[in-house]
């Protein structure tokens, strides 16, 4: 990711989580970036494009962290304390990603749908953990 798109990235995770979705205006995402529309449009067509990008890098690397933490353990009880080792580290270090995720869960607009979307593949992901170990004990 370049620096102007993670700059852009940044800034709205801070906004959205701020003061919600749809109280961060695009102009008001340009101007705390200091980009020109012309520049924020190149990376992004749209906030809602911004919001999808954001909701699923975030995703992706609590899974990523997760399966690589989860690699190294081979009781159950590890598994577990690993994945919750990680979502405290998530929660503490990326606060503003979840206020984000878990605030937009409800609700029927398409950011509402991608976010209930990738909450539910990743309890998904962690049963499927759980459910693996439980059957090879």
């Not at 798109?5 to 800034?11: A, D, G, L, N």
């Not at 503490?92 to 398409?110: A, C, H, N, R």
Request: charged share 25%; proline share 1%; aromatic share 10%.
């Amino acid at each position: 990711m370049n620096r102007t798109k993670r700059k852009i990235f940044e800034t709205s995770m801070n906004l959205f989580a701020t003061k919600g979705y749809d109280a961060t205006s695009i102009e008001e995402i340009t101007s705390v970036v200091g980009v020109a529309k012309g520049t924020l449009y190149y990376h992004f067509s749209s906030k809602e494009e911004i919001f999808t990008f954001l909701v699923e890098e975030g995703m992706k690397l609590l899974q990523n962290s997760i399966q690589i933490k989860i690699a190294n353990a081979h009781t159950l009880a590890s598994k577990i304390k690993a994945i919750l080792l990680i979502e405290i580290k998530v929660m503490k270090k990326y606060e503003d990603f979840m206020t984000i995720v878990l605030s937009q869960v409800l609700g029927k607009e398409p950011r509402n749908l991608t976010c209930r979307k990738y909450v539910f593949e990743y309890i998904d992901l962690i049963e499927k953990i759980i459910n693996e170990s439980v059957k090879n004990r």
